[in-house]
């Protein structure tokens, strides 16, 4: 495999690379695969359930307008997932140029 730009042979998998450095190398940082989102989908439903236990106990128009934010939060969290999945595919499958430090895939 040879780049593409300055077509050195000098290349090497972005997550191979990365995982050599030393921990003081300033690139760590720069070339580091894409951050986990912190929060999972399934702690949202955790909302969902204190809305629906609101609702059965007569706080009804508190325990929808729960519910619903519950299901758009989880919405939105399942999301941030998709995407970290989608950059870390594209992360796992680039490639280094060691002589100029080109990222391609
Ligand atoms: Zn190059």
Redesign the pocket.
Known sequence: MT?P????SN?QRLRGYWEDLPAESPNRRRFAPPDEPGVQPVVALLAVIVGIAATVSGEVLAGLGITVAGLVWAAVLQRQVTAYRLSLAEYDASVI?L??Y?VFA
Not at 5 to 8: G, L, N
């Open positions: 780049c730009k300055c077509r050195s290349v140029c002589a100029e080109y």
